[in-house]
Protein backbone atom coordinates (compact mmCIF):
# COMPACT_ATOMS: atom_id res chain seq x y z
CA UNK A 1 0.00 0.00 0.00
CA UNK A 2 1.54 3.29 -1.06
CA UNK A 3 1.44 6.44 1.29
CA UNK A 4 -0.85 7.82 -0.86
CA UNK A 5 -3.39 4.81 -0.30
CA UNK A 6 -3.16 5.34 3.42
CA UNK A 7 -3.73 8.79 2.88
CA UNK A 8 -6.93 8.23 1.38
CA UNK A 9 -8.06 5.84 4.28
CA UNK A 10 -7.36 8.49 6.46
CA UNK A 11 -9.15 11.02 4.96
CA UNK A 12 -12.34 8.33 4.18
CA UNK A 13 -12.74 7.26 8.05
CA UNK A 14 -12.67 10.63 9.13
CA UNK A 15 -15.04 11.49 7.09
CA UNK A 16 -17.23 8.43 7.58
CA UNK A 17 -16.42 10.30 11.27
CA UNK A 18 -18.22 13.24 10.53
CA UNK A 19 -20.85 11.85 8.66
CA UNK A 20 -21.73 9.97 11.59
CA UNK A 21 -21.50 13.04 14.15
CA UNK A 22 -23.98 14.65 11.97
CA UNK A 23 -26.71 11.99 11.69
CA UNK A 24 -26.00 11.25 8.08
CA UNK A 25 -27.43 7.43 7.27
CA UNK A 26 -25.78 7.72 3.93
CA UNK A 27 -25.03 10.79 3.12
CA UNK A 28 -22.69 12.81 1.48
CA UNK A 29 -19.55 15.35 2.58
CA UNK A 30 -20.71 18.46 2.80
CA UNK A 31 -19.93 20.69 0.13
CA UNK A 32 -16.55 23.14 0.30
CA UNK A 33 -16.61 26.90 0.10
CA UNK A 34 -16.24 28.23 -2.60
CA UNK A 35 -16.70 31.08 -4.81
CA UNK A 36 -20.03 33.36 -5.76
CA UNK A 37 -19.59 33.16 -9.25
CA UNK A 38 -21.25 31.84 -12.30
CA UNK A 39 -23.18 28.92 -11.81
CA UNK A 40 -20.42 27.03 -13.81
CA UNK A 41 -17.73 27.70 -11.65
CA UNK A 42 -20.36 26.12 -8.93
CA UNK A 43 -20.48 23.13 -11.45
CA UNK A 44 -16.72 22.80 -11.84
CA UNK A 45 -15.98 23.13 -8.40
CA UNK A 46 -18.84 20.51 -6.79
CA UNK A 47 -18.04 17.80 -10.26
CA UNK A 48 -14.10 18.04 -8.91
CA UNK A 49 -15.09 17.88 -5.24
CA UNK A 50 -17.20 14.73 -5.74
CA UNK A 51 -14.40 13.54 -7.52
CA UNK A 52 -11.93 14.17 -4.66
CA UNK A 53 -14.43 12.07 -2.12
CA UNK A 54 -15.32 9.75 -4.10
CA UNK A 55 -13.64 7.08 -2.21
CA UNK A 56 -14.80 8.81 1.13
CA UNK A 57 -18.33 9.02 -0.07
CA UNK A 58 -18.65 5.10 -1.28
CA UNK A 59 -16.86 3.85 1.86
CA UNK A 60 -19.72 5.90 3.72
CA UNK A 61 -22.10 4.34 1.61
CA UNK A 62 -20.53 0.83 2.04
CA UNK A 63 -20.00 1.28 5.74
CA UNK A 64 -23.95 2.27 5.73
CA UNK A 65 -24.87 -0.68 3.75
CA UNK A 66 -23.28 -3.02 6.06
CA UNK A 67 -25.10 -1.27 9.37
CA UNK A 68 -28.18 -1.50 7.62
CA UNK A 69 -27.39 -5.44 6.81
CA UNK A 70 -26.46 -5.81 10.57
CA UNK A 71 -30.09 -4.12 11.29
CA UNK A 72 -31.97 -6.69 8.92
CA UNK A 73 -30.21 -9.60 11.02
CA UNK A 74 -31.01 -7.82 14.28
CA UNK A 75 -34.42 -7.42 13.38
CA UNK A 76 -35.47 -10.67 12.25
CA UNK A 77 -33.80 -12.59 15.20
CA UNK A 78 -36.16 -10.23 17.45
CA UNK A 79 -39.04 -10.37 15.23
CA UNK A 80 -38.32 -14.43 15.57
CA UNK A 81 -38.22 -13.97 19.05
CA UNK A 82 -41.14 -12.29 19.01
CA UNK A 83 -43.14 -14.74 17.38
CA UNK A 84 -42.70 -17.20 19.80
CA UNK A 85 -43.26 -14.95 22.51
CA UNK A 86 -46.82 -13.75 20.62
CA UNK A 87 -47.55 -17.64 20.51
CA UNK A 88 -47.32 -18.39 24.08
CA UNK A 89 -49.37 -15.22 24.92
CA UNK A 90 -51.86 -16.07 22.49
CA UNK A 91 -52.32 -19.70 23.89
CA UNK A 92 -52.15 -17.75 27.49
CA UNK A 93 -54.96 -16.24 26.56
CA UNK A 94 -56.82 -18.62 25.27
CA UNK A 95 -56.19 -20.42 28.73
CA UNK A 96 -57.91 -17.53 30.48
CA UNK A 97 -60.35 -16.97 28.24
CA UNK A 98 -61.45 -20.56 29.15
CA UNK A 99 -60.76 -20.39 33.05
CA UNK A 100 -62.53 -17.07 32.80
CA UNK A 101 -66.07 -18.25 30.90
CA UNK A 102 -65.52 -20.96 33.31
CA UNK A 103 -65.63 -18.99 36.54
CA UNK A 104 -68.48 -16.77 35.65
CA UNK A 105 -70.58 -19.55 34.87
CA UNK A 106 -69.77 -21.00 38.16
CA UNK A 107 -70.67 -17.98 39.92
CA UNK A 108 -73.97 -17.68 38.02
CA UNK A 109 -74.72 -21.40 38.98
CA UNK A 110 -74.01 -20.13 42.72
CA UNK A 111 -76.28 -16.91 42.83
CA UNK A 112 -78.70 -18.88 41.03
CA UNK A 113 -78.36 -21.37 44.04
CA UNK A 114 -78.47 -19.48 46.34
CA UNK A 115 -81.90 -17.34 45.05
CA UNK A 116 -83.35 -20.76 45.35
CA UNK A 117 -82.15 -21.14 48.52
CA UNK A 118 -83.55 -17.95 49.55
CA UNK A 119 -86.68 -19.16 47.99
CA UNK A 120 -87.03 -22.50 49.94
CA UNK A 121 -86.48 -20.64 53.32
CA UNK A 122 -89.10 -17.71 52.34
CA UNK A 123 -91.83 -20.65 52.20
CA UNK A 124 -90.57 -22.50 54.95
CA UNK A 125 -91.08 -19.58 57.52
CA UNK A 126 -94.56 -18.89 55.69
CA UNK A 127 -95.70 -22.47 56.19
CA UNK A 128 -98.70 -22.08 58.95
CA UNK A 129 -97.61 -25.13 61.06
CA UNK A 130 -94.06 -23.99 60.47
CA UNK A 131 -91.79 -26.83 60.94
CA UNK A 132 -88.45 -25.91 62.59
CA UNK A 133 -86.73 -28.45 61.44
CA UNK A 134 -87.66 -27.33 57.73
CA UNK A 135 -86.64 -23.70 58.72
CA UNK A 136 -83.15 -24.97 60.26
CA UNK A 137 -82.50 -26.97 57.05
CA UNK A 138 -83.31 -24.12 54.78
CA UNK A 139 -81.25 -21.42 56.75
CA UNK A 140 -78.37 -23.60 56.52
CA UNK A 141 -78.80 -23.87 52.60
CA UNK A 142 -78.71 -20.79 52.21
CA UNK A 143 -75.63 -19.75 54.85
CA UNK A 144 -74.26 -22.68 52.22
CA UNK A 145 -75.21 -20.82 49.30
CA UNK A 146 -73.77 -17.60 50.54
CA UNK A 147 -70.99 -18.97 51.20
CA UNK A 148 -70.19 -20.58 47.52
CA UNK A 149 -71.09 -17.46 45.83
CA UNK A 150 -68.90 -15.29 47.97
CA UNK A 151 -65.92 -18.34 46.91
CA UNK A 152 -67.26 -18.15 43.09
CA UNK A 153 -66.77 -14.13 43.39
CA UNK A 154 -63.37 -14.48 44.38
CA UNK A 155 -62.70 -17.26 41.88
CA UNK A 156 -64.69 -15.07 38.95
CA UNK A 157 -62.41 -11.93 39.91
CA UNK A 158 -59.21 -13.82 39.62
CA UNK A 159 -60.16 -15.14 36.50
CA UNK A 160 -60.95 -12.19 34.88
CA UNK A 161 -57.81 -10.22 36.48
CA UNK A 162 -55.26 -13.28 34.39
CA UNK A 163 -57.76 -12.37 31.65
CA UNK A 164 -57.08 -9.08 32.11
CA UNK A 165 -53.67 -9.91 32.14
CA UNK A 166 -53.15 -12.31 29.18
CA UNK A 167 -54.75 -9.98 26.61
CA UNK A 168 -52.19 -7.06 27.84
CA UNK A 169 -49.39 -9.48 27.65
CA UNK A 170 -50.82 -10.50 24.24
CA UNK A 171 -51.07 -7.09 23.00
CA UNK A 172 -47.78 -6.51 24.07
CA UNK A 173 -46.57 -9.26 22.31
CA UNK A 174 -48.19 -8.32 18.72
CA UNK A 175 -46.97 -4.58 19.16
CA UNK A 176 -43.17 -6.47 19.56
CA UNK A 177 -44.12 -8.38 16.20
CA UNK A 178 -45.22 -5.60 14.60
CA UNK A 179 -42.55 -3.34 15.76
CA UNK A 180 -39.64 -6.25 14.46
CA UNK A 181 -41.53 -6.61 11.39
CA UNK A 182 -41.49 -2.80 10.51
CA UNK A 183 -37.64 -2.81 11.47
CA UNK A 184 -37.35 -5.69 9.41
CA UNK A 185 -39.26 -4.20 6.21
CA UNK A 186 -37.36 -0.21 6.75
CA UNK A 187 -33.95 -1.61 6.89
CA UNK A 188 -34.35 -3.82 3.88
CA UNK A 189 -35.95 -0.89 1.78
CA UNK A 190 -32.88 1.13 3.23
CA UNK A 191 -30.79 -1.05 2.13
CA UNK A 192 -32.45 -1.65 -1.61
CA UNK A 193 -32.12 2.15 -1.62
CA UNK A 194 -27.87 2.18 -0.67
CA UNK A 195 -27.42 -0.97 -2.96
CA UNK A 196 -28.75 1.07 -5.73
CA UNK A 197 -26.84 4.02 -4.73
CA UNK A 198 -23.76 2.58 -4.79
CA UNK A 199 -23.99 0.87 -7.85
CA UNK A 200 -25.58 4.57 -9.77
CA UNK A 201 -22.11 6.28 -7.85
CA UNK A 202 -20.37 7.94 -10.85
CA UNK A 203 -16.22 6.98 -10.87
CA UNK A 204 -13.93 9.39 -9.46
CA UNK A 205 -12.88 9.76 -13.21
CA UNK A 206 -15.99 10.66 -14.69
CA UNK A 207 -16.27 13.57 -12.20
CA UNK A 208 -13.00 14.79 -13.02
CA UNK A 209 -13.48 14.40 -16.33
CA UNK A 210 -16.77 16.22 -16.67
CA UNK A 211 -15.43 19.01 -15.22
CA UNK A 212 -12.22 19.06 -17.38
CA UNK A 213 -14.71 19.83 -20.10
CA UNK A 214 -15.85 22.77 -18.32
CA UNK A 215 -12.46 24.36 -17.76
CA UNK A 216 -12.21 27.14 -20.83
CA UNK A 217 -16.18 28.05 -19.96
CA UNK A 218 -15.29 28.55 -16.43
CA UNK A 219 -12.28 30.64 -17.12
CA UNK A 220 -14.41 32.95 -20.03
CA UNK A 221 -17.49 33.07 -17.18
CA UNK A 222 -15.37 34.11 -14.08
CA UNK A 223 -13.40 36.75 -16.12
CA UNK A 224 -15.99 39.26 -16.51
CA UNK A 225 -16.95 38.92 -12.81
CA UNK A 226 -13.88 38.49 -11.64
CA UNK A 227 -13.48 40.18 -7.61
CA UNK A 228 -10.36 40.36 -5.42
CA UNK A 229 -12.69 38.56 -2.65
CA UNK A 230 -13.27 35.57 -5.09
CA UNK A 231 -9.70 34.72 -3.84
CA UNK A 232 -8.79 32.73 -0.83
CA UNK A 233 -5.86 31.35 0.60
CA UNK A 234 -4.40 27.77 0.80
CA UNK A 235 -1.53 27.26 2.42
CA UNK A 236 -0.05 30.83 1.96
CA UNK A 237 -1.08 30.57 -1.76
CA UNK A 238 -3.56 32.74 -3.21
CA UNK A 239 -6.28 31.11 -4.91
CA UNK A 240 -10.02 31.49 -6.98
CA UNK A 241 -12.04 30.11 -4.54
CA UNK A 242 -13.63 28.20 -6.93
CA UNK A 243 -10.21 25.75 -7.02
CA UNK A 244 -9.54 26.61 -3.49
CA UNK A 245 -10.60 22.67 -2.43
CA UNK A 246 -8.45 21.21 -5.51
CA UNK A 247 -5.84 22.93 -4.87
CA UNK A 248 -5.56 22.08 -1.17
CA UNK A 249 -5.61 18.37 -1.75
CA UNK A 250 -3.11 18.10 -4.24
CA UNK A 251 -0.68 20.00 -2.23
CA UNK A 252 -1.78 17.25 0.98
CA UNK A 253 -1.72 14.27 -1.03
CA UNK A 254 1.67 15.17 -3.09
CA UNK A 255 2.60 15.67 0.98
CA UNK A 256 2.01 12.21 1.55
CA UNK A 257 3.71 10.93 -1.89
CA UNK A 258 6.80 12.84 -0.37
CA UNK A 259 6.19 15.84 -2.81
CA UNK A 260 6.19 19.46 -1.82
CA UNK A 261 4.32 21.68 -3.75
CA UNK A 262 3.91 25.29 -3.47
CA UNK A 263 3.30 28.20 -5.93
CA UNK A 264 2.28 31.50 -6.83
CA UNK A 265 -1.32 32.13 -7.99
CA UNK A 266 -3.52 35.00 -7.97
CA UNK A 267 -1.52 38.60 -9.02
CA UNK A 268 -2.85 41.83 -10.04
CA UNK A 269 -3.55 42.99 -12.97
CA UNK A 270 -0.50 45.83 -12.54
CA UNK A 271 1.83 43.19 -11.22
CA UNK A 272 1.04 41.44 -14.79
CA UNK A 273 2.55 44.78 -16.26
CA UNK A 274 5.31 44.25 -14.23
CA UNK A 275 6.39 41.05 -14.99
CA UNK A 276 6.06 41.97 -18.98
CA UNK A 277 8.27 44.49 -18.43
CA UNK A 278 10.89 42.25 -16.17
CA UNK A 279 10.73 39.49 -18.63
CA UNK A 280 11.48 41.63 -21.48
CA UNK A 281 8.53 41.34 -23.56
CA UNK A 282 8.53 44.05 -26.97
CA UNK A 283 5.36 45.34 -25.95
CA UNK A 284 3.64 44.87 -22.92
CA UNK A 285 0.00 45.22 -24.30
CA UNK A 286 0.63 43.47 -27.63
CA UNK A 287 3.36 41.11 -27.77
CA UNK A 288 3.05 37.31 -27.62
CA UNK A 289 3.56 35.70 -24.80
CA UNK A 290 6.53 33.60 -25.93
CA UNK A 291 8.00 36.59 -27.71
CA UNK A 292 9.11 37.54 -23.53
CA UNK A 293 12.51 36.00 -22.34
CA UNK A 294 10.45 34.12 -19.83
CA UNK A 295 6.83 33.39 -21.36
CA UNK A 296 3.99 36.03 -19.85
CA UNK A 297 0.97 36.38 -20.85
CA UNK A 298 -0.57 39.81 -22.41
CA UNK A 299 -2.42 41.86 -18.92
CA UNK A 300 -5.91 41.19 -19.01
CA UNK A 301 -5.49 37.39 -20.34
CA UNK A 302 -3.54 35.44 -17.58
CA UNK A 303 -5.67 33.07 -15.29
CA UNK A 304 -3.44 34.43 -12.72
CA UNK A 305 -5.45 37.51 -12.81
CA UNK A 306 -8.69 35.30 -11.94
CA UNK A 307 -6.65 32.75 -9.11
CA UNK A 308 -7.24 30.06 -11.61
CA UNK A 309 -3.61 29.07 -12.60
CA UNK A 310 -0.60 28.39 -10.31
CA UNK A 311 2.93 28.77 -11.09
CA UNK A 312 4.14 25.44 -8.97
CA UNK A 313 6.85 25.63 -7.18
CA UNK A 314 8.48 23.00 -4.95
CA UNK A 315 11.50 23.48 -2.25
CA UNK A 316 11.42 27.00 -2.86
CA UNK A 317 12.40 26.86 -6.84
CA UNK A 318 10.56 27.13 -9.76
CA UNK A 319 9.72 23.52 -11.15
CA UNK A 320 11.18 22.33 -14.23
CA UNK A 321 10.11 18.82 -16.71
CA UNK A 322 12.73 17.07 -14.97
CA UNK A 323 11.64 17.73 -11.24
CA UNK A 324 9.81 15.04 -8.91
CA UNK A 325 6.76 17.78 -8.75
CA UNK A 326 6.43 18.08 -12.80
CA UNK A 327 6.45 14.26 -12.78
CA UNK A 328 3.99 13.82 -10.09
CA UNK A 329 1.68 16.37 -11.46
CA UNK A 330 2.25 14.95 -14.82
CA UNK A 331 0.25 12.01 -13.13
CA UNK A 332 -1.77 13.02 -10.97
CA UNK A 333 -2.35 17.06 -11.82
CA UNK A 334 -5.64 15.77 -13.60
CA UNK A 335 -7.02 14.47 -10.81
CA UNK A 336 -7.35 17.80 -9.13
CA UNK A 337 -8.60 19.51 -11.96
CA UNK A 338 -5.04 21.37 -12.82
CA UNK A 339 -3.41 21.30 -16.58
CA UNK A 340 -0.25 22.40 -17.77
CA UNK A 341 0.71 24.25 -19.99
CA UNK A 342 3.29 22.92 -22.29
CA UNK A 343 5.36 25.75 -23.07
CA UNK A 344 5.66 26.24 -19.35
CA UNK A 345 6.32 22.82 -17.06
CA UNK A 346 6.03 24.95 -13.82
CA UNK A 347 2.72 26.70 -15.08
CA UNK A 348 -1.22 24.61 -14.18
CA UNK A 349 -4.61 25.40 -14.59
CA UNK A 350 -7.84 24.41 -15.17
CA UNK A 351 -8.34 24.67 -18.80
CA UNK A 352 -4.29 24.51 -19.80
CA UNK A 353 -4.05 27.66 -20.62
Same mark, same amino acid.
Not at 1 to 13: E, F, I, N, P
Given at each position: =????? !????????A? %???L??A??? %?????A????A?P??????? #??M? !??????T???A =?? #???????????RW???????G?????????????????? @?? /??????A?T??TS?????????K??? /?S??? @?? !?????? $??A?? #???????Q??????????AG???????????????????????A???????? $?? &??????? $?????????????????????D????????????? $???F?? =??????? +?? @???????????Q??I?L?????? &?????????????P???P? /?????I???? +? %??????????? #?????W???????Y?F??? &?????????S?N
Open positions: =MTTRQ !RTLQKSAAA %IIAATGTA %IGLPAPARAAKIAASWS #TLY !RSLTHDTLQ =MK #TSLADQQAAITNTELATARAQRGTRAALVTATTADT @VA /RTRLSTRALAKQTLSKALQKS /RHAA @VT !RANKAV $AASK #TVTLRKAAQAAATKLADKASRGAIARVNKADAGVKYETSAAKTRAAIA $AL &PTAASYA $AQAATLGKDVVNQVRPAFKLTTTQVYGVTVNKTV $AFAKR =MIDDARA +DG @VQISGGGFRTTRQERTINGC &PDVWTAPSSSCRVTAIG /RSLHEGLAV +D %ISSGGKTISSK #TAAFKLSLHGKEGVNF &PAEAWHWSIG
